[in-house]
Structures are given as C-alpha cells and as structure tokens.
Nanobody
Framework: QVQLVESGGGLVQTGDSLRLSCAAS????????MAWFRQAPGKEREFVAT????????YYADSVRGRFTISRDNAKNTVYLQMNSLKFEDTAVYYC?????????????????WGQGTQVTVSS
C-alpha cells in the first residue's frame, strides 16, 4: 500500500522558518517526480513546488519562489520543503504528492498519490 506521511508543520510567526518532510513508503519513488501543494481555508488547493525524480529540476509557484526550497533524498524516499520568511498568507494545509512520471509540473492531475497533509499556521 502506497503511503505518504507529511510532518513538520506547526504554528510560527511571520518571518520564521519551517521545514516540512514527506516520507513515502509502499513503492520506490526514486524514479518519480514529487511535489508540494497547499490548501488554505475557503480556497482551492494550489501548487507550491515540484522536483524531478533526480532532484535536478525544480519549479515553484510565483508566491513562494525565493523563499521556499524543495529537495529530496531518494535513499530515504523523502521529500522536503524548506520554508523561509513565512508570511500570514502561507497559512494552509500542506500536502505532498508523487507523480506518475519523472517530472510533472504544477498540474495536480499529474500526481497520483497524496498524503493526508500537515497544518502550517503563520501568525501575523
């Protein structure tokens, strides 16, 4: 059974940093792209960042580019999201997802497995 488990969320203040982790199990994800999405209360889920299977190619939403960094450790089947200079508008439930292919971009339809999410709350 494929499982993605996010961790690292919490309550922080504006300007703080957090690092989210997503541990994958049930199959090898080393040949699959992975990504982070988020959903704020009352809003639709939105793309945050994605990383190719080999970690070489990354792509970010404009709202987080320069503040967030996605990375992965294929030996540990884990993807990370380092979030710096957090803003109130970053408050959301953050989900990791694994793609069907080597690289998937920002379209959620290209991702087939999703975690349960971890809450990030940024107080102003």
């Amino acid at each position: 059974q494929v499982q993605l488990v996010e961790s690292g969320g919490g309550l922080v203040q504006t300007g703080d940093s957090l690092r989210l982790s997503c541990a994958a199990s049930g199959r090898s994800f080393s040949s699959k792209a992975m990504a982070w999405f988020r959903q704020a209360p009352g809003k639709e889920r939105e793309f945050v960042a994605t990383i190719s299977w080999d970690g070489i190619t990354t792509y970010y939403a404009d709202s987080v580019r320069g503040r967030f960094t996605i990375s992965r450790d294929n030996a540990k089947n884990t993807v990370y999201l380092q979030m710096n200079s957090l803003k109130f508008e970053d408050t959301a439930v953050y989900y990791c997802a694994t793609a069907r292919g080597y690289y998937a971009g920002s379209d959620a339809r290209h991702y087939d497995y999703w975690g349960q999410g971890t809450q990030v709350t940024v107080s102003s």
